[in-house]
């Protein structure tokens, strides 16, 4: 599957910064109207040790997933719809728990 730009780019795309490299896990939700199949890509903004990936399927209106253990670095998170073109109005949550160990 190719995802397609739910809205203009710019205006859409999340950006998060992990800074441990232990234990880090990224919440992500998007939710929109039934009538559009959802999605997000996470991507890193550099040569990392994490690969792009995906939310798997296209949703009718929600798309939740929980990335664990990414290491540090910044990810771009960008929603997406099956469908090129569907603009619309949309929630779109993203937040990050990262572990620190005390020394």
């Not at 959802?38 to 949703?59: A, E, H, L, W, Y």
């Amino acid at each position: 599957l190719q995802n397609k730009k739910l809205v203009d780019q710019n205006h859409s795309v999340r950006k998060h910064k992990m800074q441990s490299e232990n234990k880090n896990k990224l919440f992500v939700k998007l939710e929109a109207p039934k009538a559009f199949h959802t999605g997000f890509t996470v991507s890193p903004t550099s040569d990392q040790k994490f690969s792009k990936t995906n939310s798997g399927k296209f949703r009718n209106g929600m798309s939740v997933k929980i990335f664990k253990r990414l290491p540090a670095g910044t990810y771009h998170i960008i929603p997406s719809t099956f469908e090129p073109g569907q603009c619309g109005k949309f929630f779109f949550d993203s937040w990050l728990h990262e572990s620190y160990q005390n020394s």
